[in-house]
Nanobody, 124 residues
């Protein structure tokens, strides 16, 4: 069982930036697609972004496109989410996920592996 560990969450003012990291200690996931979901208080979990195994393909939800950037470093077993121009509506628990597939499973969030989440709070 792959254990994913997120870090980098915190409190930031609107317009600010944060970088989230997701690592898989003791296990390589270089052959997996990786990505991020988020869940705001009182709302359902939603897809944020994904990246394929090589980093050559990425995809973003419309709500974050142009503001967030996903990347990965397979040598460090880590995937990142750079979040710029943050808005109060970005406030949520952000979850890292991994799956052998880069395909449509990400739309419904049917991922094989999940982290426990990191809280991002954006104040207005």
């Amino acid at each position: 069982q792959v254990q994913l560990v997120e870090s980098g969450g915190g409190l930031v003012q609107a317009g600010g930036s944060l970088r989230l990291s997701c690592a898989a200690p003791g296990r390589t996931f270089s052959s997996y697609a990786m990505g991020w979901f988020r869940q705001a208080p009182g709302k359902e979990r939603e897809f944020v972004s994904k990246i394929n195994w090589s980093g050559g393909a990425t995809y973003y939800a419309d709500s974050v496109k142009g503001r967030f950037t996903i990347s990965r470093d397979n040598a460090k077993n880590t995937v990142y989410l750079q979040m710029n121009s943050l808005k109060p509506e970005d406030t949520a628990v952000y979850y890292c996920a991994a799956d052998p597939s880069y395909g449509s499973k990400w739309v419904i969030g049917d991922m094989n592996y999940w982290g426990k989440g990191t809280l991002v709070t954006v104040s207005s």
